[in-house]
């Protein structure tokens, strides 16, 4: 089975890249910019990232995110991942980037924005992956503060191929956003957001009814409403999973406990992704393998699984065939070579 996870065609649709900065690329930033960092080793910030809840992680991701300056830490950063992504046989990714998070401490969006569009333009000629950048609204700022984000990103507009919301998720309902997000729809954003992952199921009802959504990031605890499951299947939206992050975020107590199947039986439209996989232990491959064990998956559970991931993409949908003709293709591949 692993060997099968390591070579399955995947894309990953839920990945913050200010998650992925490994304490080795940060140490390098904090020199290279020189920025002081609280933890002298990597070793001892790695020893950090216990996490008690989302907010905990948080604390210490936006730490993180101090050494990243220039536009150069931005294509740095996301080459890193690209890298590790082509390694994992990912051949599309979309990825969620938090601009308030940088443009706080003076970062120029201009900056960020085009350091990550180096990156995936280099992705796309040197490793062959397909790349979509998403940028996310931080929940626990104001609506305000968002607005003011989002008439930077104007001026890129097609860089970016949508908008998400994210960050801390208790006490930042999805009506808080309704305003940005509406003026996001306007202007042709495409538009997901992170909801039921400690939030309750109300949270993911009303970014459905409220925000309009074609995904949503997490969304577990769409599992104890039934109408609500019922909702997600019949309207076919997906949810983007990430096994490893709420197992590390304590949103479940153990792998065996996460709902996966439950899901699947419901007809509901799952992605396996890795969030944030330099705080949580694992990148894509990790936390396909990590189910796969936990839950005792099948062959035919992953292949589903992988398929999902490319037709829940905003991908044309000639891609989307090609890609998920690969998946069938290599299912049937190895299918007949184990016997």
């Known amino acids: 089975m692993d060997d099968f996870i390591d070579g399955l ?115 796309r000629k040197e490793l062959g992956i397909s790349v979509y950048y998403i940028m996310c609204f931080l929940k626990h700022l104001s609506e305000e503060d968002a607005i003011a984000t989002f008439q930077q990103s104007l001026e890129f507009k097609d860089l970016i191929i949508g908008v998400g919301l994210d960050s801390t998720e208790l006490g930042n309902p999805p009506a808080k956003f309704q305003k940005v997000i509406q003026m996001s729809h306007e202007v042709g954003y495409r538009v997901v957001s992170h909801a039921g992952e400690e939030g309750p199921p109300e949270y993911v009802r009303d970014a459905l009814d409220l925000l309009k959504v074609e995904r949503i990031d997490h969304g577990i605890r769409s599992v104890e409403d039934k109408d609500l499951l019922q909702r997600i299947a019949k309207e076919k939206i997906p949810l983007t999973l990430c096994p490893l992050s709420n197992c590390k975020l304590c949103v479940i107590e153990k792998m065996e406990d996460f709902p996966l199947k439950t899901l699947l039986e419901a007809n509901v439209c799952c992605t396996i992704n890795s969030d944030d996989p330099s705080y949580f232990g694992g990148y894509i491959v990790e936390n396909y393998k990590s189910i796969t064990k936990s839950l005792n998956l099948s062959k035919e559970d992953l292949q589903l699984l992988a398929k999902n991931g490319f037709q829940a993409s905003f991908a044309p949908d000639a891609d989307k065939q090609k890609w998920v003709d690969m998946v069938d293709a290599y299912y049937q591949k190895h299918k007949a070579i184990v016997g």
Do not use: W
Not at 34 to 52: C, M, Q
Not at 59 to 85: C, N, Q, T
């Open 9 to 123: 065609p995947k894309a990953e649709l839920h990945l913050h890249i200010e998650g992925t900065l490994e304490p080795e690329l940060l140490f390098d930033l904090a020199r290279r910019n020189g920025v002081k960092i609280k933890h002298d080793s990597v070793e001892k910030l790695r020893e950090a990232y216990a996490f008690e809840n989302l907010q905990s992680f948080l604390d210490i991701y936006y730490e993180g995110a101090d050494v990243l300056l220039h536009e150069a830490d931005f294509y740095d950063l996301a080459m890193a991942y690209f890298r590790k992504a082509s390694s994992e046989n990912i051949l599309h990714a979309e990825v969620f980037f938090d601009p308030q998070t940088h443009t706080c401490r003076g970062v120029p969006f201009k900056d960020i924005i085009m350091g990550l569009t180096r990156a995936k333009e280099d992705a």
